[in-house]
């Protein structure tokens, strides 16, 4: 049996995102066990293969187990693999963290920035736990987790300072349906996941509008731009933009229907308030949580995004969504950069 056959991976938590990637990574051999907050969902998961809270239409691989015990979870993990808002990864993490083997790679499936410190997941991982960056991996790409749950086609990025490590893991969640490749540049999928949240948010309000498809692709298209101008300042390729984690999910962000971020701007745009938004989409929409931190970066960094300080303003109800909506077009022309 080959090494990724024998593997056991420590999935946290039991969302819709931890859930999928949970699924890849059974359907490809690697022994699973997922960790649940609740033990209503935990249980279901070990006795009739189902998540109630999040697809309980779907058989989940009877091999993959539950647990509400993070130690148990943990035990002789390879990979622990994390799927928790990026806001309370820190608070979480230290919890979790006495329980890390020595060798275990952790494996950040976070689309989002931490308010107040400004940093990327994996800046948040090795901070809390104290191990190397090259033990920190990041998975990113255009994953609809509904689409992955029904077996559709998909492909991702397995990004690590550590080729090594980026290969072992891209082997443990390789299947017939998902396709995943590998990079080293950590920063540039972190980016590329979190920016596109708040793209999408200006995406989404636009449909609510009905301002058209054209204003659609102008969003995407310059927020692609202000999503690389950032984070090309901060260190990245900015090949990796144009690649999976970067334009590939921008574009599935943004597109479809099934993306929380999206569904969350179209409340906006249609007059709901941020609340009631948040109430209407039930799900943690990382994009509301990381536009204001995001901007700060964009600040640090000598960055201009538009887009990005608009959507803020809009958050933090600075401008109303006809002064947001004005503001985007209202900029001076320039080259196209």
């Not at 689309?111 to 994996?122: H, N, P, Q, V, Y």
């Not at 964009?298 to 959507?311: F, N, R």
């Not at 600075?318 to 909506?325: F, I, P, Q």
Request: charged share 15%.
């Amino acid at each position: 049996m080959s090494q990724h056959r024998s593997a056991r991976a420590a999935v946290f938590s039991a969302g819709s995102w931890g859930t999928a990637v949970a699924k890849i990574l059974a359907d490809a051999g690697t022994n699973v066990i997922v960790h649940a907050r609740r033990d209503e969902i935990a249980e279901a998961i070990n006795t009739v293969h189902r998540n109630p809270g999040y697809f309980p239409d779907v058989e989940l691989p009877a091999s993959l187990a539950a647990t509400t015990d993070p130690a148990a979870a943990l035990h002789r993990a390879d990979y622990l693999v994390l799927s928790i808002p990026a806001q309370s990864l820190r608070t979480n993490l230290a919890l979790w963290t006495p329980h890390i083997g020595p060798y275990t790679l952790i494996v950040s499936l976070m689309k989002g920035i931490e308010l107040g410190s400004g940093e990327r997941a994996s800046q948040v991982i090795t901070e809390v736990t104290g191990v190397s960056a090259d033990r920190v991996a990041v998975l990113s790409g255009p994953n609809l987790a509904r689409e992955i749950m029904d077996g559709q086609p998909a492909a991702a990025t397995v990004a690590c300072p550590d080729e090594d490590a980026a290969r072992r893991f891209q082997q443990a969640c390789h299947t017939s349906y998902f396709r995943p490749y590998t990079s080293t540049d950590v920063i540039g999928c972190e980016l590329g996941g979190a920016v596109k949240n708040v793209i999408a948010l200006a995406v989404g309000i636009a449909s609510g509008m009905g301002l058209g498809d054209n204003a659609s692709a102008m969003l995407i298209t310059r927020g692609l731009a202000e999503t690389t101008r950032l984070a090309v300042a901060m260190g990245a390729h900015p090949a990796t933009l144009a690649g999976l984690a970067g334009l590939g999910d921008l574009v599935a962000t943004c597109s479809s229907p099934l993306s929380r971020n999206r569904t969350f701007g179209t409340h906006l745009g249609h007059g709901l308030s941020v609340e009631q938004a948040t109430a209407a989409t039930r799900q943690t929409t990382e994009g509301v949580k990381s536009a204001e931190a995001i901007l700060a970066l964009a600040h640090a960094h000598g960055v201009e995004m538009p887009i990005t300080q608009v959507i803020s303003a809009l958050l933090y109800e600075k401008v109303t969504l006809d002064e947001a909506a004005a503001a985007l077009m209202q900029r001076p022309p320039k080259p196209e950069r």
